[in-house]
């Protein structure tokens, strides 16, 4: 099966926000991020499955998406600044126009 490639106009928007490693699973080889921007009040998930490689911090600003293929048919994600690298068989991108709530203090 061949990698597609995400529409990334939906992440360029949220260029600037900020961004945060949702939820890891090193057994299942997945991630999801979660990309908040305040105006107006939208999140967006990028979701990664099959990954190889993931090098991000737990929370950063979130920079202008890049996705590429790679020789080997994986699909590599960076942000501008690099704060953010995968390397996947799979991503998708959901966006929410209701943030979801969180606790005082978090991002």
């Avoid at 926000?17 to 107006?40: D, E, K, M, N, Q």
């Amino acid at each position: 099966m061949s990698a597609v490639i995400p529409d990334l106009a939906k992440l360029e928007r949220f260029s600037g926000g900020v961004a945060a490693l949702w939820l890891f699973t090193a057994s299942h080889t997945h991630f999801v991020i979660r990309v908040t921007r305040a105006i107006p009040e939208e999140e967006i998930f990028i979701l990664g499955s099959g990954c190889t490689r993931l090098e991000a911090s737990a929370a950063w600003r979130f920079g202008v998406p890049n996705v590429e293929l790679t020789t080997d048919g994986m699909l590599a994600l960076r942000d501008r600044d690099q704060a953010f690298v995968a390397f996947c068989e799979s991503i998708r991108i959901e966006v929410r126009y209701q943030i979801l709530p969180t606790r005082r203090g978090q991002l």
